[in-house]
């Protein structure tokens, strides 16, 4: 093949893999795909084609992310690229990687020589205290005390992370970029979660919301494990990170949706519970067998009222 031929060729590709992540409807071999067992054979040819350019193209990325579930083997690298950990310009990548570890290694060694880490120190409380040092809120060795909220929110989140990736430079840079672009971009956003929760379900399943309010349990309803937390230690890491990609990508709303699935799935069990901390004691603890039917659930939930994503949400 010749190189002018090579090049259109290339040109086609990548024209057909934008194309797929702007189209408003899924393709139909890719809706076939998914029919016979093949989910994401087509999002994977186009995500590939997507991470090609140099530089990478942020908005595309994102809406990928909105609208098709990151392949495993690409997500890591994705959720890096969107978080700011490593620049668009690919040619980068290694040289900002090695930054990062050195960084990494600088404030780990700051902690060791302030004793205020050791051998014993579980990784997630050592990636707590980075993260303190790093945003000058470190404490006083003497005043150190038992994780606040805060805090238990931070390690909820780093020892879900953990789970999903291996090395903890990237552990520990994905938990940190993670929690801060959550809190910048969603902590206006936070409070009014659960009024927005209320009204989907009033549409969905309006018996359920009226038990709900008339036991008492809506305003004890486990909002700080599903939305400041993400739902770090509800879900498996599996359904976890199919959540997390939307939320890394820009939507804090499918958190809305995921819990408004749990409602819905457990819906004749919540009928049956009279009261409050009953309903709490059961949401805290959901079986695990079912989730990821509930987060594919959630996401369509999350189109139907939303909308699929055109652009960057």
């Known amino acids: 093949m010749t190189r002018e031929r090579l090049i259109t060729s290339w040109k086609r590709e990548k024209h057909q893999g934008e194309a797929m992540a702007d189209d408003p ?11 016979v ?7 994977k040819k186009s995500l590939e084609i997507l991470l090609k350019d140099n ?5 595309k990325l994102s809406t990928f ?3 098709f579930p990151l392949p495993s083997m690409y ?18 990548h290694n040289l900002v990687g090695g930054y990062r570890k050195e960084q990494y290694q600088d404030i780990l060694e700051a902690l060791e020589v302030m004793r205020y880490i050791n051998a014993a120190t579980p990784s997630t409380h050592v ?10 809120v470190l404490p006083r060795c003497s005043e150190t005390t038992p994780p606040d909220e805060e805090n238990e929110d931070f390690l909820s989140i780093s020892r879900a992370m953990e789970e999903i990736v291996d090395d903890p430079v990237d552990c520990y840079w994905l938990i940190k970029c993670f929690v801060n672009q959550f809190h910048t971009k969603f902590g206006d956003s936070l409070p009014h979660l659960p009024k927005s929760l209320e009204h989907y379900l009033s549409q969905e399943e309006p018996r359920l919301l009226n038990h709900l309010k008339n036991t008492g349990a809506l305003a004890q ?19 976890l990170q199919r959540v997390w990609d939307k939320v890394i990508s820009g939507s804090c709303k499918i958190l809305v949706f995921v819990a408004l699935e749990i409602l819905l799935s457990y819906k004749i069990m919540l009928m049956g519970i009279n009261r409050p901390e009953g309903v709490v004691k059961f949401l805290c603890n959901i079986p695990q067998e079912n989730t990821d039917a509930i987060v594919t659930k959630a996401i369509d939930l999350w189109h139907k009222y939303c909308g699929t994503p055109m652009h960057a949400v």
Not at 127 to 136: H, T
């Open 37 to 43: 067992g093949f989910r994401g054979v087509e999002e």
């Open 25 to 35: 409807q899924r393709n139909f071999r890719s809706a076939y795909y998914e029919k």
């Open 75 to 92: 997500r890591i690298h994705v959720w890096k690229v969107l978080l700011g950990i490593l620049p668009p310009h690919s040619d980068s």
């Open 221 to 239: 309803l486990p909002y700080g494990l599903w939305f400041r937390r993400c739902f770090a230690g509800c879900l498996p890491e599996s359904s």
């Open 55 to 59: 530089p990478l193209d942020l908005e």
């Open 127 to 136: 990636y707590l205290r980075m993260f303190q040092l790093e945003n000058q």
């Open 65 to 67: 992310s909105q609208r």
